[in-house]
């Protein structure tokens, strides 16, 4: 029997549970060879993208890719993200969701991290907004990233 690994669910799962709270989905992606966004809009390696049904069309969240259609200055674009590439998903207004250890970890053991909103002066978030993503970060506290081992 083939292992299917359980971060596709997670990410659907956080994913469906932001939408139905009316918050915004965002990921943030480590971008590689295999990951297709516009040029330009990644920074270090990363980039982080707002998944809400008002910026994304014919969004499909497969087992091994994250497949849509967003708007990057003005113009459409087709993206494909890698499952495993995903480093978190969480929502933009409160910092709650999922973080997960970069792929080579998540392979091995599927280390994944609760995302608690914290006020504290140093604050960490999962790479840069992009333009699709609105850019908005709550008031107060910002989300931070621990991870649960």
């Not at 499909?60 to 200055?73: K, S, V």
Request: aromatic fraction near 6%.
């Amino acid at each position: 029997m083939t292992h299917v690994s359980t971060k596709p669910y997670l990410i659907r799962a956080i994913y469906e549970w932001c939408v139905d709270q009316g918050f915004t989905p965002h990921i943030a992606v480590l971008v590689d060879e295999r990951t297709v966004v516009p040029p330009g809009y990644a920074r270090d390696g990363q980039i982080v993208l707002n998944l809400g049904p008002d910026a994304t069309n014919q969004l499909l969240m497969g087992n091994e890719l994250i497949t849509f259609q967003a708007r990057f200055g003005g113009a459409a674009h087709a993206l494909s993200i890698p499952v495993s590439n995903v480093l978190a998903v969480y929502a933009r207004e409160n910092g709650h969701g999922m973080a997960f250890e970069p792929d080579a970890a998540t392979a091995e053991g599927e280390h994944a991290a609760l995302i608690e909103a914290e006020d504290d002066d140093e604050p960490e978030q999962p790479g840069p907004e992009s333009p699709s993503s609105g850019g908005a970060r709550p008031a107060g506290g910002r989300g931070h990233l621990k991870v649960v081992k």
